[in-house]
């Protein structure tokens, strides 16, 4: 797959392809599929302690990801799947609020899962993404 074009947001992206071989999105066509976000800071990559912190927190981290790849961002999420350590209506609550901050002019699809841990000890919230981007689909065939 290595004519497909690969994405890793600085300072956090090139750390996670040297230390763990992966890419934090990747442009198929006219989508932009972005590998699973926690609530993070990308420069310390120290996780918020706090629930509603940690996924609002994610949810930036997207909004990186997705421009990264030369998205616009949330407002081209069609869908999302996020797991959650514990999955309970106080995390829910927090992705729905910021799903109408982020994404007021509609509603993705969307699939959540309650798991037993994600890919650090701290981290209670992983959110991935599809997003549909025909113009910047365009800018990058051309460079």
């Known amino acids: 797959m290595s004519h ?16 763990f071989h992966y890419s934090q999105a990747v442009r198929v066509g006219d989508r932009i599929e972005c590998a699973g976000q926690g609530g993070l800071d990308p420069v310390t990559r120290e996780f918020e302690k706090e629930i509603n ?3 609002d927190l994610a949810f930036l981290n997207v ?14 999420v069609f869908r999302v799947n996020s797991y959650h350590v514990p999955l309970n209506n106080e995390a829910l609550a927090a992705m729905v609020r910021n799903f109408k ?3 007021p002019d509609h509603q993705p699809i969307w699939t ?15 959110i991935e993404v599809s997003a549909h981007d025909p113009e910047g689909a365009a800018r990058a065939s051309s460079s």
């Open 101 to 103: 901050k982020y994404m």
């Open 53 to 55: 912190a940690q996924i």
């Open 4 to 19: 497909l074009k690969y994405y890793a947001y600085p300072p956090f992206g090139p750390h996670q392809q040297k230390n």
């Open 63 to 76: 909004e990186r990801c997705l421009k990264d790849a030369g998205g616009k961002g949330w407002s081209q």
């Open 112 to 126: 959540t899962v309650g798991v037993s841990r994600l890919g650090e000890d701290d981290m209670r919230v992983e």
